[in-house]
């Protein structure tokens, strides 16, 4: 998703490009996108210079809705995403922490977007670039 974020501005990009700069397999690029495009976070872009690109800018795209879509629940303990799994539930001192450290997760993913990543990946890419005295 960085990737795509960051040539946001270019055209569609292919997943061999991402999978050749990301160092990730193109056959797990594909399980990661098309959960993706179906929820509208992504969208593809046929023809010669066709591929994949974001259906939204990155600055309202949160991590959040990114990782719920690729991965489910963000619940850090089954206990904490289903009292049901425990005879002790709702008395359980211990689920509760587990229910507010997952909440705190949440609330944390929602307030960092993908645009608030491709700030720091720019960032860092500054400071790594070459630079040419004179």
């Known amino acids: 998703m960085l990737d795509l974020a960051v ?5 569609a990009v292919s997943l061999g490009q ?8 193109e056959k797990y690029l594909w399980q990661i996108v098309n ?6 976070i992504v969208q ?22 990114i990782l719920t879509v690729i991965e489910g629940s963000l619940a850090l303990t089954e206990c904490a995403e289903d009292g049901a799994s ?7 001192v211990v689920r509760r922490m587990w229910l507010d450290l997952t909440e705190a997760l949440a609330r944390a993913m ?25």
């Not at 991402?18 to 397999?25: A, K, L």
């Open 44 to 65: 593809s872009v046929r023809g010669a210079h066709g591929g994949y690109r974001l259906a939204r800018d990155p600055r309202q795209l949160t991590l959040r809705e």
């Open 35 to 40: 959960p993706l495009k179906a929820a509208g």
């Open 18 to 25: 991402v999978s050749e700069r990301q160092g990730i397999s």
């Open 86 to 92: 425990c005879d002790l539930g709702a008395t359980c």
């Open 110 to 134: 929602e307030s960092v977007t993908l645009g608030d990543l491709v700030d720091r990946y720019r960032a860092e890419q500054s400071k790594i670039a070459p630079s040419y005295e004179i």
């Open 7 to 11: 040539h946001h501005e270019d055209r």
